[in-house]
């Protein structure tokens, strides 16, 4: 059973720096492909990015484009998500999601089944 632990959540301001981590446990985590997905109230879940935890294949949403960071610790089962230059459109409950993979990463929610508890960013002015 894969279970995933998000942390490092909090409030920020505008402009400022936060860093998710997402702890794999279960499965063969060199095999994943690993999301971040977002959601903020009365929105859909959007997909922020995603990593190929076997060869480091990297996607991101435009939204978050040369802001936000993903990436993998093999040794630490970790993957993390730097997200600096925060805006308040950030603001959003933060969600780490994994699906087994060969080679590659999809992108919408549907694909990915096992997810986190998620984590709270909120930005402020």
């Known amino acids: 059973q894969v279970q995933l632990v998000e942390s490092g959540g909090g409030s920020v301001q505008a402009g400022g720096s936060l860093r998710l981590s997402c702890a794999v446990s279960g499965g063969t985590y060199s095999r994943y492909c690993m999301g971040w997905f977002r959601q903020a109230p009365g929105k859909e879940r959007e997909g922020v990015a995603t990593?190929?935890?076997?060869?480091?294949?990297?996607y991101y949403a435009n939204s978050v484009k040369g802001r936000f960071t993903i990436s993998a610790d093999n040794a630490k089962n970790t993957v993390y998500l730097q997200m600096n230059s925060l805006k308040l459109e950030d603001t959003a409950r933060y969600y780490c999601a994994a699906h087994f993979s060969t080679g590659g990463c999809f992108t919408y929610a549907t694909a990915f089944p096992y997810w986190g508890q998620g984590t709270q960013v909120t930005v402020s002015s």
């Open positions: 990593i190929y935890t076997g060869g480091g294949g990297t």
